[in-house]
C-alpha cells in the first residue's frame, strides 16, 4: 500500500496534474454558457465587474474602509480592498476592454469603470510613494499602487498607461493634465531609460540580467504607438515596429511555428517554454499595432505578414474542443482559458479588419464557442486562467501554474473576443451558421461530452 501511495504521489508530480490545482474544463458538462447570447454573455460579465470594482483601501489594523488613502491615520496600515483596486497591467487591458465595450453598446457606465479605476490610481499613490521602504515593504509591484510611483520595468506602466490615454480620447472622459504628463514621462523613459540590448530590443532586469521576454512586445508596442500619435513623434512608431521585428528574430520557432517565452542574452538561447499566455500577447501587440497606425505606415504590411504567420502556426495546436493548451505543443497541458481568449480575440480582430482572408474566421468562432463551453459557468465566471508567470527554464514550472477562476489575467481578453465574436459573425454569416450546425451535429453525437 505504501509503494503504492509513493508512486501515484510521484505520479502526480511528474506529470502535474491539472485536477491538483482544478484546472479542468467542462467539455460539455451543464452549467456553462455554450446557449448563450454573445452580448449576453459579455454584458453579464462585465456588469459583475462594474459592481465588484470597490475602489477602497482596508487599514489592516483595524479593519476600517477608506475611499482615499489621505483619510486614513498615519499609523494605518493600508492594503487594496479588492484586486481591481490594483495598478498592474492586467487591469489596464481590462480598462480598456470595458471602453471598447461602452463603445460597442452606447452605455457609459463601461467607459466609467476605466475612468474611476484611473483616477483612483492618481489621487493616490504619492501617499504610498511618500511612505515605501524596499528594505520595509519589499518588491515595489507588491506594494500598493507601487507600478505608479516606481517605474522600471514594462508591465509597471505599459498597458495601464495606454489605457489612461485611450481614456483620454473619449469625448465623455474626466481628463486630467496630469494623465497626458505622466505619458510623456514614461515615453522619455522608454527612450532614454529602460533596459535594451545594443539593437534596441527591451529586455529585462530578471532572472537574469538582459532577458527577453516575449510577453514585453505587449507591455511595449501597445504604449509605443499610443505616444507616437499622442505626441507626432514619428521615432516611438519606429520603434515598436523595430520591437516587433526583433522580438520575432529572438523568439520565433520555425520548427514548431510558435514563439518561445524568453531568449537569455547571456547564452545566446531561448527557454524552453512555447508558453500559452506569452504566444498571445506577442499576437495582441500586433493587432494593436494595426490598430494605431494609418495604412501608410511603413511596416505595416511587415507586420500583418508576422501576424498572418502567427496565427497559421497556432491553428494547428487548436484542440478538438476549440481551445488552447498552457503548453502550446504539450497537450497533456491544461486547457487554458486566458490565451484561448486572446487568439480569439486577435484572430476575429484581424478578420473584421480585413487584415487576414475571411477563412480563418472558423478558427476564432470554434475557438469562441470553446471558451463558452469549457471555462464559463453558467454564471459567468470564468475558469482555468492561469496566474502570473515568469520565465523558468523547467517545464514542470509550467505544467504546474495555478489556475484561477476570475483571475485579473483572463478578463478583459474574454471580453475583447466577445465583442469582435459578435461583429465576425455579422461580417461572415455563412461561415458562422456552418460552425453552428457544426457544433449542434457534434452535440447530437455526443463528441463535445
Known amino acids: 500500500m505504501m509503494i503504492m501511495k509513493k508512486s501515484f504521489i510521484k505520479y502526480l508530480l511528474l506529470t502535474g496534474a491539472a485536477a491538483v490545482f482544478g484546472c479542468?474544463?467542462?467539455?460539455?458538462?451543464?452549467?456553462?454558457?455554450?446557449?448563450?447570447?454573445?452580448?449576453?454573455?459579455?454584458?453579464?460579465?462585465?456588469?459583475?465587474?462594474?459592481?465588484?470594482?470597490?475602489?477602497?483601501?482596508i487599514d489592516k489594523n483595524t479593519g476600517r474602509e477608506y475611499a482615499s488613502a489621505w483619510d486614513a491615520p498615519e499609523d494605518a496600515n493600508l492594503k487594496?480592498?479588492?484586486?481591481?483596486?490594483?495598478?498592474?497591467?492586467?487591469?489596464?487591458?481590462?480598462?480598456?476592454?470595458?471602453?471598447?465595450?461602452a463603445d460597442f453598446t452606447g452605455d457609459r457606465k463601461y467607459l466609467e469603470f476605466a475612468g474611476r479605476h484611473i483616477a483612483f490610481g492618481f489621487d493616490n499613490y504619492?501617499?504610498?510613494?511618500?511612505?515605501?521602504?524596499?528594505a520595509v515593504h519589499g518588491d515595489h509591484w507588491r506594494y500598493p499602487l507601487g507600478e505608479l510611483f516606481n517605474?522600471?520595468?514594462?508591465?509597471?506602466?505599459?498597458?495601464?498607461?495606454?489605457?489612461?490615454?485611450?481614456?483620454?480620447?473619449?469625448?465623455?472622459?474626466?481628463?486630467?493634465?496630469?494623465?497626458?504628463?505622466?505619458a510623456i514621462m514614461v515615453g522619455e523613459y522608454l527612450r532614454n531609460g529602460k533596459l535594451r540590448m545594443p539593437d534596441g530590443t527591451f529586455v529585462r532586469s530578471f532572472p537574469k540580467k538582459n532577458t527577453l521576454w516575449g510577453d514585453d512586445l505587449y507591455m511595449s508596442?501597445?504604449?509605443?504607438?499610443?505616444?507616437?500619435?499622442?505626441?507626432?513623434?514619428?521615432?516611438?512608431?519606429?520603434?515598436?515596429?523595430?520591437?516587433?521585428?526583433?522580438?520575432?528574430?529572438?523568439?520565433?520557432?520555425?520548427?514548431?511555428?510558435?514563439?518561445?517565452?524568453?531568449?537569455y542574452t547571456d547564452l545566446k538561447r531561448n527557454s524552453v517554454a512555447h508558453w500559452a499566455r506569452c504566444n498571445g500577447w506577442m499576437m495582441f501587440a500586433k493587432v494593436e499595432f494595426l490598430d494605431n497606425t494609418p495604412e501608410d505606415c511603413p511596416g505595416r504590411q511587415e507586420v500583418i505578414e508576422l501576424l498572418d504567420k502567427q496565427i497559421c502556426g497556432l491553428s494547428s495546436y487548436q484542440s478538438p474542443y476549440g481551445v488552447w493548451h498552457q503548453l502550446l505543443d504539450r497537450s497533456d497541458s491544461y486547457p487554458e482559458s486566458s490565451a484561448s481568449a486572446i487568439y480569439t480575440y486577435c484572430i476575429a480582430r484581424s478578420v473584421n479588419e480585413g487584415w487576414i482572408d475571411d477563412r480563418y474566421a472558423s478558427i476564432a468562432l470554434t475557438g469562441w464557442e470553446g471558451i463558452k463551453r469549457e471555462f464559463l459557468?453558467?454564471?459567468?465566471?470564468?475558469?482555468?486562467?492561469?496566474?502570473?508567470?515568469?520565465?523558468?527554464e523547467d517545464l514542470q514550472y509550467y505544467y504546474n501554474r495555478p489556475c484561477g477562476t476570475n483571475e485579473k489575467h483572463g478578463l478583459g481578453a474574454l471580453l475583447e473576443a466577445g465583442i469582435e465574436i459578435i461583429r465576425l459573425k455579422d461580417k461572415c454569416p455563412d461561415i458562422a451558421a456552418d460552425i453552428e450546425k457544426r457544433i449542434d451535429k457534434n452535440d447530437e453525437l455526443g463528441f463535445n461530452k
Open 221 to 263: 508596442v501597445p504604449l509605443l504607438v499610443r505616444l507616437a500619435n499622442l505626441t507626432g513623434d514619428a521615432s516611438y512608431r519606429d520603434d515598436a515596429l523595430n520591437q516587433i521585428r526583433n522580438f520575432d528574430g529572438y523568439l520565433w520557432d520555425e520548427g514548431k511555428k510558435l514563439y518561445h517565452h524568453a531568449y
Open 151 to 182: 517605474v522600471k520595468e514594462l508591465d509597471d506602466f505599459g498597458a495601464m498607461i495606454s489605457s489612461t490615454l485611450d481614456y483620454c480620447g473619449h469625448d465623455d472622459a474626466v481628463k486630467r493634465p496630469e494623465y497626458v504628463d505622466y
Open 80 to 101: 487594496f480592498k479588492n484586486k481591481y483596486c490594483n495598478w498592474h497591467y492586467t487591469n489596464g487591458v481590462l480598462n480598456m476592454a470595458m471602453m471598447d465595450l
Open 24 to 57: 479542468t474544463a467542462d467539455h460539455g458538462e451543464t452549467g456553462n454558457m455554450s446557449g448563450t447570447d454573445d452580448l449576453t454573455v459579455v454584458t453579464t460579465i462585465a456588469d459583475r465587474l462594474c459592481t465588484a470594482a470597490d475602489l477602497k483601501f
Open 126 to 134: 504619492r501617499y504610498f510613494e511618500k511612505r515605501y521602504d524596499p
Open 377 to 392: 459557468t453558467s454564471e459567468g465566471d470564468m475558469k482555468a486562467i492561469c496566474e502570473g508567470t515568469e520565465v523558468y
